[in-house]
Every structure is written in structure tokens, then in C-alpha cells.
């Protein structure tokens, strides 16, 4: 079993700067991705950014040149910089981790983030 941990969000307003972080604990696979998405709908949700296991990192088209990924794999930690906040950033954020090596997927329970004009 795997537990994420997430933690940062909360109120900014248009074009501030909020700071999300995820911690991973348990049988975390060796080769894995792990990163934020938000929830756009009850079933629906949108990439904001993902740090793959070969060091790439994926961007929603949204938030390119606004947000930055990092990655600490020694703490098994991803941290979400957020600058320029615009208001339909306001979400739900969650945390994914996703195992290539053994295949797993797991969810953290998400942080709002609520983006004021």
C-alpha cells in the first residue's frame, strides 16, 4: 500500500503564488511517476504536471510557463510551485503516483486551491 501526502493550497488571489507538496510512503514502486492533476468534473481529471521516472516533465497546456515541477526521488517528494494564478485555477488538486515497475496507481485525497479575481 502506498500513502500520499499532500499538503500546501489554500486562497491566493489572481496572479499570486501558491506551493503544493506530495510525500510518498510504503511499497512504492522502484520506476515510477508522480504528480499533480485537477479535478474538473466528478469523473474528469485535467493534468497539471506530472515528473516522469526517466526525469521528464509533462505540463498541462494551461499552466506552461506558470507552474514548475520538481522532483526529490531521495524523499519521494513532488513539489508544485504555482505562479501567476488565474482564477480558473480554482480546483481541487490531487496528488498521483503511478508505478511502472511493479504497475501501481494511487491517489492522494486532494487540496483546494481558490484563485479570487
Known amino acids: 500500500q502506498v500513502q500520499l501526502v499532500e499538503s500546501g493550497g489554500g486562497l491566493a488571489q489572481s496572479g499570486g503564488s501558491l506551493t503544493l507538496s506530495c510525500v510518498a510512503s510504503g511499497r512504492i514502486a522502484c520506476m515510477y511517476d508522480m504528480g499533480w492533476y485537477r479535478q474538473i468534473s466528478e469523473k474528469q481529471r485535467a493534468l497539471v504536471a506530472r515528473a516522469r521516472y526517466t526525469g521528464e516533465i509533462l505540463y498541462g497546456d494551461s499552466v506552461k510557463g506558470r507552474f514548475t515541477l520538481s522532483r526529490d526521488s531521495a524523499k519521494k517528494t513532488v513539489t508544485l510551485q504555482m505562479n501567476n494564478l488565474q482564477p480558473e485555477d480554482t480546483g481541487t488538486y490531487l496528488c498521483?503516483?503511478?508505478?511502472?515497475?511493479?504497475?501501481?496507481?494511487?491517489w492522494g485525497k486532494g487540496t483546494p486551491v481558490t484563485v479570487s479575481s
Open positions: 498521483n503516483l503511478v508505478g511502472v515497475r511493479p504497475v501501481m496507481d494511487y
